[in-house]
């Protein structure tokens, strides 16, 4: 399999269905729709969504179903990153070769464009729901899964230990705690939906959590070992273990992460594929 084909080709869906459910159209004020635009179509790799798909393919669900919650994972991403770059939090001036959402419309626009975009999901998600006539069980499950993976319990909640932890607190595990919160619980529950609304058994759910989990960190790790040498805030594993090390602890993460979906055989390659190319990212 080519992954970096399969990658393109539902990039391009996910596009699509972004830019649909953003169309302006008078639906949100002008400069809020700019602002919303501008880091949503910033040209994100599209990860999470990517999984929930591949992960929902692989149990024969259906692409149509899947989509909204893909699309609002990835706006709820997109709004963390928004919030990130912020001067009160990572200070950053640059995502993806741009200037940042603040320093292009301010901080106020910013902050209210990441809000409205976290909103935003969770109106697509519950509107398309209905309309679909999608399982309202199977949804609603979903929409509060991301909820909690997204909130206090999930992401905010590792982005304050991120911030908050001093140093002398921190070990190994309590940093890739942070990393499971912060980064590994939005890519898990993206699987988890996609398995989810496709009708996935209980024990399949468990198994693709572990998965996520380790796939999650390993992610991180990967983004610290590209950023070592930076200036960069809060909490990184590198820093505390060294490059070669953080490498090794990401390689064994997600030789655990392909441990844990071998009971799906074949059926998931793309998974397998997927762990790789995280594994192999250089920039």
């Known amino acids: 399999m080519d992954i970096y084909e399969y990658f393109r080709k539902k990039q391009e869906i996910i596009e699509r269905e972004l830019r649909r459910y953003l169309t302006w159209n008078g639906r949100f004020p002008e400069i809020l729709a700019e602002a919303m635009s501008y880091s949503v179509f910033s040209g994100g790799k599209r990860l999470r969504p990517i999984l929930m798909i591949a992960a ?6 259906d692409l149509e179903d899947i989509l909204p919650f893909a699309c609002g994972v990835e706006l709820i991403h997109t709004y963390s990153l928004i919030h990130d770059d912020l001067p009160s939090m990572d200070d950053d001036q640059f995502r993806r070769g741009r200037p940042t959402s603040h320093r292009v419309f301010g901080e106020a626009v910013a902050i209210l464009a990441g809000d409205a975009l976290l909103s935003e999901a969770f109106y697509i998600m519950a509107k398309s729901s209905s309309e679909r006539n999608i399982d309202p069980i199977k949804a609603l499950r979903v929409i509060y ?3 909690e993976a997204s909130g206090s319990r999930g992401m905010v909640g ?8 001093k140093a002398s607190e921190l070990d190994q595990s309590s ?3 942070i990393h499971l919160d912060k980064t ?3 890519i898990t529950v993206s699987l988890r939906a996609g398995f989810i609304l496709s009708g996935a058994t209980e024990y399949e759910i468990d198994t693709i959590t572990r998965y996520g989990n380790n796939l999650g960190v ?6 610290d070992l590209v950023d070592a040498g930076k200036e960069k805030k809060g909490i990184n594993l590198v820093h505390l273990i060294g490059v070669e090390e953080a490498r090794k602890r990401a390689e064994r993460l997600i030789a655990d992460a392909l441990d844990a979906i071998s009971v799906f055989g074949e059926k998931a390659d793309v998974l397998r594929e997927l762990a790789r190319f995280v ?3 250089r920039d």
Not at 158 to 165: L, P
Not at 218 to 223: E, G, P, R, Y
């Open 184 to 186: 590994a619980r939005l």
């Open 218 to 223: 390993a992610f991180q790790i990967m983004d």
């Open 145 to 147: 899964e991301i909820a």
């Open 279 to 281: 594994i192999a990212r």
């Open 56 to 61: 929902a393919e692989m149990i024969g669900g």
């Open 175 to 177: 940093v890739e705690a």
């Open 158 to 165: 590792g982005q304050i230990g991120d911030i908050t932890m």
